[in-house]
């Protein structure tokens, strides 16, 4: 097997580096290497500076749709102008930069081959890096900005034109439309601050110039009838019918001709098709994520029609339009009752919006890849409805798209992109102060610190599981109502993932699983379960050292066989987690990892973990899978017990 079945088929981010934006000195944000993680976390308390990194990402490519409709800048050198460090704005001299690394598949090198050979310009096989630098700042001197430069690391390109026969550098114009060319493919990065929008009364389906708010909202017109598949366009199978060459004259005269044909029924039929496509997506996920029945509830779209906008003649004197408009509207309809979308609850207009700027957007036709930026997504949701929301995540960050959005609640964090997760914390606030003190900080002081949770953890002395550090940054305290499940406790992240991939993929995820962080770290976990009165299932391996572990705990906490066990007992023969996969699995997964050599239990735990993150199915022995959700039947036996 290939890597390539398991690969994107885009060009993608590969990490952004942040330099003297706003309060960063210096960070980076690393999207893999591979592309399978599609789903990154930033964690962290308020004021930590999680909406500075997302601002920064942004800045490098805003994407120009979602800047219409809620704000932000579409200029990159203005955002960059804006973000210098706010003690330094009088006197600042230095750069304030973001620069991403990219990577290209074979498909982008045509299409980009194809963008030169437009300008007649022909390039020199096997010139482009398919992995390159792509950097974007303005630099300043006491204060003022000096340049806006951009600068693109793709030094081994060649190229003729004309009647040359030599390739040669590039000179100074072809430099410059060679990093547009390259630019332009690089994916956009749509940044949805809120979601609680001005969603507009009316949305003209005939296009209106100079109106860029309602063009937005018509390109997501069409995105509903491109998610609906049956090929309905705007222009063609409506705006068209309302704007015939038989039609064309006056608003009285258009409005009796129009009457008496028969593309009323026509139009009607494509409209109500959005409105059902709507529907089944809004109230499907309402139902999924907040448990409750939408009854008789659907999302109705009306359309009208309206008098063109006047317009002047040869002498610039005003006269009627003899081409006319068509608009509609969304209404929230309950039996006979029709509620206009912006009157409705802040929770439905939060919901509703969050489905239109990202499902919908996400499946537009024809569109490129894009890197989807949420702050604080469904901060104002109570805590099942978060955790809800976290399972329609995957379906936005679908190949080739990516998801990155920030929260400080730990509903809305899931276990298994904890590898992709980064805490984002500011080393001038201080943790045990007051959430006022944290307002007035010195700005001078302000480092924000992005570092992935993995390292996190493995700098903090005091983690007594691979969870528990990001409960302590979050501040998470236990309360009165709180219940731990049962579950079953694994030596560490490796037998996790693998777990919790079977788990998922083939178990229905009917076990909840826990890992540590090595076989002898367990005395904390086992002293909080006790002293909560609280079930105790671990499973650690059957080496010599997880049996010494086994005993030291059964005296140490007085534990029976009923609540500690060897790995052996559910999977026999094996006595680590990685025997539980046959020779062949192995080979595969070097495979798909893109590795020749030997599977290191390093690299098995990687290949899980990304396939877990990204919903994708590695190709697994089917006696494997049996033997694997024979041992998780014995496992789940082993927790109900309790």
Not at 514 to 537: C, D, F, H, M, Q
Request: charged fraction near 30%; glycine fraction near 8%.
């Amino acid at each position: 097997m290939t890597r390539d079945g398991y690969r994107r088929k885009k060009l993608r981010y590969r990490r952004f580096e942040i330099e003297n934006f706003k309060g960063i000195k210096s960070a980076v944000f690393d999207f893999g290497e591979n592309g399978d993680a599609r789903i990154f976390t930033l964690v962290g308390l308020n004021e930590g500076g999680k909406t500075t990194v997302l601002e920064a990402m942004h800045a490098f490519k805003p994407d120009v749709d979602a800047g219409t409709v809620v704000g932000g800048f579409k200029n990159t050198f203005v955002a960059l102008r804006q973000a210098v460090p706010r003690s330094r704005i009088a006197d600042f001299s230095g750069k304030v930069s973001v620069t991403a690394t990219v990577e290209l598949n074979e498909g982008d090198i045509e299409t980009i081959t194809e963008d030169f050979n437009e300008l007649g310009i022909e390039l020199e096989v096997g010139c482009i890096d398919t992995v390159f630098r792509f950097e974007r700042y303005v630099s300043f001197k006491s204060g003022d900005p000096v340049r806006n430069l951009y600068s693109l690391d793709q030094k081994r390109i060649r190229v003729r034109t004309g009647k040359q026969r030599k390739f040669r550098a590039l000179n100074k114009e072809e430099i410059e439309y060679c990093r547009d060319i390259f630019y332009h493919r690089i994916p956009s990065i749509a940044y949805f601050p809120t979601f609680v929008f001005d969603f507009p009364e009316k949305i003209f389906l005939s296009k209106r110039d100079g109106d860029a708010k309602n063009e937005f909202y018509r390109k997501l017109f069409q995105d509903i009838l491109d998610y609906g598949g049956r090929g309905y366009k705007i222009e063609s199978h409506i705006v068209k019918r309302v704007q015939k060459p038989d039609y064309v004259g006056v608003w009285a005269v258009f409005f009796s001709l129009f009457g008496s044909g028969g593309e009323r029924d026509q139009i009607t039929q494509v409209v109500d098709h959005a409105a059902s496509v709507v529907t089944k997506v809004v109230y499907k996920k309402w139902t999924e994520i907040f448990g409750e029945s939408v009854g008789n509830k659907e999302i109705s779209i009306d359309w009208e029609l309206e008098e063109g906008l006047k317009e002047r003649d040869e002498k610039g004197r005003e006269v009627d339009a003899d081409v006319h408009d068509i608009f509609v509207r969304f209404r929230v309809k309950d039996g006979v009752d029709r509620f206009p979308v912006e009157t409705r609850s802040l929770g439905f207009r939060w919901f509703f919006s969050f489905l239109l700027f990202t499902q919908f957007r996400a499946g537009r036709e024809g569109a490129g890849p894009i890197v989807f930026l949420l702050d604080e997504p469904a901060s104002n949701l109570h805590a099942s409805a978060q955790q809800k929301l976290l399972e329609s995540f995957p379906e936005i960050a679908r190949k080739p798209h990516a998801l990155v959005y920030s929260t400080h609640s730990h509903y809305l964090i899931e276990p298994k992109w904890l590898e992709q997760a980064y805490i984002v914390q500011n080393s001038a606030s201080n943790e045990s102060a007051r959430i006022i003190d944290d307002s007035v900080f010195d700005d001078a002081t302000v480092n924000i610190k992005v570092e992935k949770y993995k390292s996190f953890v493995n700098n903090d002395s005091a983690a007594i599981s691979y969870f528990q550090p990001i409960a302590d940054r979050l501040r998470v305290v236990p309360s009165k109502f709180d219940m731990i499940e049962p579950g079953l406790i694994v030596e560490g992240k490796s037998d996790y993932y693998l777990l919790e991939y079977f788990n998922t993929m083939y178990f229905s995820g009917d076990i909840r699983i826990y890992p540590a962080l090595g076989a002898g770290t367990l005395s904390s976990i086992v002293a909080l379960l006790k002293g909560w009165g609280k079930p105790v299932r671990i499973v650690l391996d059957s080496d010599r050292k997880g049996r010494e572990e086994i005993e030291r705990y059964k005296q140490l906490f007085v534990l029976g066989d009923g609540e500690i066990r060897e790995l052996s007992e559910f999977f026999p023969g094996s006595l680590e987690i990685e025997e539980i996969l046959s020779p062949e699995d192995k080979k595969e997964l070097s495979s798909y990892l893109g590795k020749d050599g030997k599977c290191s239990k390093k690299d098995i735990s990687r290949a899980f973990q990304e396939a877990l993150a990204g919903g994708a199915k590695l190709r697994i022995n089917s006696g494997t899978i049996s033997r694997v959700k024979g041992g998780l039947a014995k496992a789940k036996a082993f927790v109900d017990a309790s």
